[in-house]
């Protein structure tokens, strides 16, 4: 069975500071990592995703996100927050086990403050 | 490159109707995959289709079923609705359904059930 688990329901940032969101996940075979955003009321937009390449993913808006296998993680970071990244975010996780289904963590709503 | 689309946008139902919810994918994709996102519950997988066939489904009732069409759009129907059915129901697609290949979400449909 794979988990997500999304360290932070809420996180609340000053513009133009250090965005962090920590997703630790379990897996038992190798794990594909994906985080997504969803702004009000929309569906969910693919930011980067981990499929076993570089362990350093750059994504979309600035975002990037570092596998970790020793601990289990695949935080996600963007050096200057503007008020346009306040979202919730999702950290999912697939595997060749998982019949291709996502499995989400429970999500982070991302404050930015001005 | 038109994305994925979902109708009804909206949809509201009294308990015990029977609620039926569509997705269209991005062209050239072969699954489509339906969660539900409800309130305080997160995103759960519900049901996984590829090539016409039902290749996974989550942890949902029976009444929860679909299916997927030739042109690879797909039908979500959710039979003796019950109040604790409200919720986002999402549809994404992707190439072949492996489990790397990025899921693509469309906007959603928000069922609300009286």
């Known amino acids: 069975a794979q988990s997500v688990t999304q360290l932070g329901s809420h996180v609340s940032v000053s513009e133009g500071a250090l965005v962090l969101l920590r997703c630790n996940y379990s897996?038992?075979?190798?794990?594909?990592l994906f985080w997504y955003v969803q702004y009000p009321n929309q569906g969910l937009q693919l930011l980067l995703k981990y499929t076993s390449a570089a362990t350093l993913v750059k994504g979309i808006n600035g975002f990037e996100a570092e596998f970790k296998k020793s601990e289990t993680s695949f935080h996600l970071t963007k050096p200057s927050a503007h008020m346009s990244d306040a979202a919730e975010y999702f950290c999912?996780?697939?595997?060749?086990?998982?019949?291709?289904?996502?499995?989400f963590g429970e999500g982070t709503q991302l404050t930015v403050n001005p | 490159e038109a994305g994925v689309t979902q109708s009804p946008t909206h949809l509201i139902k009294t308990r015990g109707q029977q609620a039926t919810l569509r997705c269209s994918p991005i062209s050239g994709h072969t699954s489509v995959y339906w969660y539900q996102q409800a309130l305080g519950l997160g995103l759960q997988f519900l049901l996984w289709?590829?090539?016409?066939?039902?290749?996974n489904r989550g942890n949902f009732p029976p009444r929860f079923s679909g299916r997927q069409f030739p042109n690879y759009s797909s039908e979500l129907n959710v039979n003796a609705l019950e109040l604790e059915d409200s919720a986002l129901y999402l549809c994404a697609s992707n190439l072949g359904g492996t489990s790397k290949e990025t899921q693509y979400f469309g906007p959603g449909t928000r069922l609300l059930v009286l």
């Open positions: 999912a996780v697939s595997g060749e086990t998982s019949g291709s289904r996502l499995t």
């Open positions: 289709y590829d090539e016409g066939e039902e290749r």
């Open positions: 897996s038992s075979v190798p794990p594909y």
